[in-house]
């Protein structure tokens, strides 16, 4: 079992549904990262939040809202998205800057997001 | 900017032999650390090894090993008595000092152990 747990774990949607994913973790981490992954791909950072507040965003469509209501959860608001948004989304977690560069980032098992 | 590659798209191991898995990187920063992640077909990614630039000896965690040769900038994992549980995606990771909350993905070897 992950430490860092995302809910749902498969998720199918429509173009015009709005949805959210979610991920929770219980480690103390300050930052929490949202990442796409396509197949036989490695992971696109998407956005980084640290100690609550956005910082890092890459360039991400608005169709995707990230929010991060408190130190242990992070959501991930989905609406109008495109078939081409069909992917495994995982969330992680770490340390922030400052403590030993040695901490990983501890990932959950992701959420299969399809879009018909 | 900071950069991975990982140039075996896929590799082939009989069950408990060893295999070398390569990783070189690119960066301008005098601190990085680098991390090799796990992600078999369920999805999760798991941790396995880390390296930071100013560690003086070889990462080893149970049967991982990283190769670490700075002046080539190569991290190469090495996965000795490989078991069938091995099959995955392997991915090679970097962090640098000054962005820190950013990680870097090469894009990943496919490992399959043949019993």
């Known amino acids: 079992d992950t430490e860092v747990t995302q809910t749902p774990k498969h998720l199918v949607m429509g173009m015009t549904n709005k949805k959210s994913l979610k991920c929770e973790q219980h480690?103390?981490?300050?930052?929490m990262y949202w990442y796409k992954q396509k197949a036989k791909k490695p992971p696109e950072l998407m956005f980084v939040?640290?100690?609550?507040?956005?910082?890092i965003n890459e360039s991400v469509p608005s169709r995707f809202s990230p929010e991060c209501p408190n130190s242990s959860l992070l959501n991930l608001h989905l609406h109008a998205l495109q078939p081409e948004d069909s992917a495994l989304y995982l969330c992680?977690?770490?340390?922030?800057?400052?403590?030993?560069?040695?901490?990983?980032?501890?990932f959950g098992d992701g959420t299969r997001l399809s879009i018909l | 900017a900071q950069k991975i590659t990982q140039t075996q798209p896929g590799m082939f191991v009989q069950e408990k032999e060893a295999v070398t898995l390569d990783c070189t990187y690119d960066?301008?920063?005098?601190?990085?650390?680098l991390f090799w992640y796990k992600q078999p077909s369920s999805g999760e990614m798991i941790f396995l090894i880390y390296?930071?630039?100013?560690?003086?000896q070889n990462a080893t965690e149970g049967r991982y090993s990283l190769n670490f040769q700075k002046a080539r900038k190569s991290a190469n994992l090495v996965i000795s008595a490989s078991q069938l549980g091995d099959s995955a995606m392997y991915f090679c990771?970097?962090?640098?000092?000054?962005?820190?909350?950013?990680?870097?993905f090469g894009s990943g070897t496919k490992l399959n152990v043949k019993p």
């Open positions: 992680a977690s770490s340390q922030v800057q400052g403590a030993p560069s040695n901490q990983p980032q501890h």
């Open positions: 480690m103390g981490h300050r930052a």
């Open positions: 939040y640290s100690y609550e507040k956005l910082s």
């Open positions: 960066t301008s920063d005098q601190s990085y650390g």
């Open positions: 390296q930071g630039s100013y560690d003086e």
């Open positions: 990771a970097m962090r640098g000092l000054y962005n820190f909350n950013k990680f870097y």
